[in-house]
T-cell receptor
Framework: DTGVSQNPRHKITKRGQNVTFRCDPI?????LYWYRQTLGQGPEFLTY????????KSRLLSDRFSAERPKGSFSTLEIQRTEQGDSAMYLC?????????FGPGTRLTVL | AQTVTQSQPEMSVQEAETVTLSCTYD???????LFWYKQPPSRQMILVIR????KQQNATENRFSVNFQKAAKSFSLKISDSQLGDTAMYFC???????????????WGAGTKLIIKP
């Protein structure tokens, strides 16, 4: 399978816990985006990587959020001290300009 | 800042009918891309069609076509001969044509839920 994969697909956690999501992009793509999608809304940009460098972060990405892309391959998005407002679908997109190819997303529910 | 507006929260049509989804956007950019993405229930976002703003010809992909009106900043999607598998959320999205070394994030509308009835 040469598509974008994300794990886990679903995550239920209690408020205050830390969670980490993983995205495996298409191997030849050097650009990777993270978006967040809340119910009934379109996705919103969180951050992006060019190879291993994180080049821009949205105001939506509070200090509790951190993303990495070691060696320019897979990426992880960690949320510390989760809050109920963090409940959303987290989408990863692998990109070769100007196309963006999306993974299935990780649905986070914070209880 | 760019904004994308989809004014139809939900639409439903009978199978085999033609349906048009509306999208308007606001930008001061002259070069950009516009996209329609499809998100089936519990499935991933799929690119349906792409339009480059500098091209006057409307994009077409099989049963999917767009009506791009640059001056009016309008970008509607027409689905002909609709099929049950077309049932999904449809999102309109904008991308600045800023070059491959810039942040070319997508700016999204809120989506239209399309239901195809048998």
């Amino acid at each position: 399978d040469t598509g974008v994969s994300q794990n886990p697909r679903h995550k239920i956690t209690k408020r205050g816990q830390n969670v980490t999501f993983r995205c495996d992009p298409i191997s030849e793509h050097n650009r990777l985006y993270w978006y967040r999608q809340t119910l009934g809304q379109g996705p919103e940009f969180l951050t992006y990587f060019q190879n291993e460098a994180q080049l821009e972060k949205s105001r939506l990405l509070s200090d509790r959020f951190s993303a990495e892309r070691p060696k320019g391959s897979f990426s992880t998005l960690e949320i510390q001290r989760t809050e109920q407002g963090d409940s959303a679908m987290y989408l990863c997109a692998s990109s070769f300009y100007p196309k963006q190819f999306f993974g299935p997303g990780t649905r986070l529910t914070v209880l | 800042a760019q904004t994308v507006t989809q004014s139809q929260p939900e639409m439903s049509v009978q199978e085999a009918e033609t349906v048009t989804l509306s999208c308007t956007y606001d930008t001061s950019e002259s070069n950009y891309y516009l996209f329609w993405y499809k998100q089936p229930p519990s499935r991933q976002m799929i690119l349906v069609i792409r339009q480059e703003a500098y091209k006057q010809q409307n994009a077409t992909e099989n049963r999917f076509s767009v009506n791009f009106q640059k001056a009016a900043k309008s970008f509607s999607l027409k689905i002909s001969d609709s099929q049950l598998g077309d049932t999904a959320m449809y999102f309109c999205a904008f991308m600045k044509r800023a070059g491959r070394d810039s942040n070319y994030q997508l700016i999204w509308g809120a989506g239209t839920k399309l239901i195809i009835k048998p």
